[in-house]
T-cell receptor, first 109, second 115 residues
Framework: DQQVKQNSPSLSVQEGRISILNCDYT??????FLWYKKYPAEGPTFLIS?????DKNEDGRFTVFLNKSAKHLSLHIVPSQPGDSAVYFC????????FGTGTSLTVIP | GAGVSQSPSNKVTEKGKDVELRCDPI?????LYWYRQSLGQGLEFLIY????????KSGLPSDRFSAERTGGSVSTLTIQRTQQEDSAVYLC?????????????FGSGTRLTVV
């Protein structure tokens, strides 16, 4: 049973515009949420995280928003760049991480 | 090296054969995880090692799968009598104990194809 869901398998965005990637979870006991980025033939790399006690964390062009009442988090990338094209996984932590199925982002030059 | 190293990077095997996948974590990382990603699926947890504690094997899909971690460092994932549904990318990750807020460091994975 999928505890972390990414309902959009793909997303295309024009360079310079905002990319918004969404993630929903089911377990209200999760205490950390993370986003990973994965290029083909490489392992996922950690991008940004947020604690369950916060509702926003920003790091450069990347901002993660957490809505605990809705059990929803999102990753905003502004402005989007062609090098951001990758698969993005959200993850939620209990004693290990539960990953979503990923969203493939394509940033069009 | 500075990262998590996995070998081989690609493995093609015949159905019914056994395979061994290796993971060399970052030195000093006490926690080691195996995940797999099948086509169109998310990252599926397989097994978790933490220091000298008994591993969490709750994610292993069948008794054909086993893993060990020798000396608290290198880990080997073994799949016996491989089946076509075992075809996936097998990812290893490591982290410091209690560092879940900072995420894992993943290796590049082993792409297993069972023909």
């Amino acid at each position: 049973d999928q505890q972390v869901k990414q309902n959009s398998p793909s997303l295309s965005v024009q360079e310079g515009r905002i990319s918004i990637l969404n993630c929903d979870y089911t377990n209200s006991m999760f205490d950390y949420f993370l986003w990973y980025k994965k290029y083909p033939a490489e392992g996922p790399t950690f991008l940004i995280s947020i604690s369950s006690i916060k509702d926003k964390n920003e790091d450069g062009r990347f901002t993660v928003f957490l809505n605990k009442s809705a059990k929803h988090l999102s990753l905003h990338i502004v402005p989007s760049q062609p090098g951001d094209s990758a698969v993005y996984f959200c993850a939620a932590s209990g004693n290990q991480f539960y990953f979503g199925t990923g969203t493939s982002l394509t940033v069009i030059p | 090296g500075a990262g998590v190293s996995q070998s081989p990077s690609n493995k093609v095997t015949e159905k019914g054969k056994d395979v061994e996948l290796r993971c060399d974590p970052i030195s000093g990382h006490t926690a080691l995880y195996w995940y797999r990603q099948s086509l169109g699926q998310g990252l599926e947890f397989l097994i978790y090692f933490q220091g000298n504690s008994a591993p969490d094997k709750s994610g292993l899909p069948s008794d054909r799968f086993s893993a060990e971690r020798t000396g608290g460092s290198v880990s080997t994932l073994t799949i016996q009598r491989t089946q076509q549904e075992d075809s996936a990318v097998y990812l290893c990750a490591s982290t410091y104990s209690g560092a879940l807020a900072y995420g894992y460091t993943f290796g590049s994975g082993t792409r297993l194809t069972v023909v």
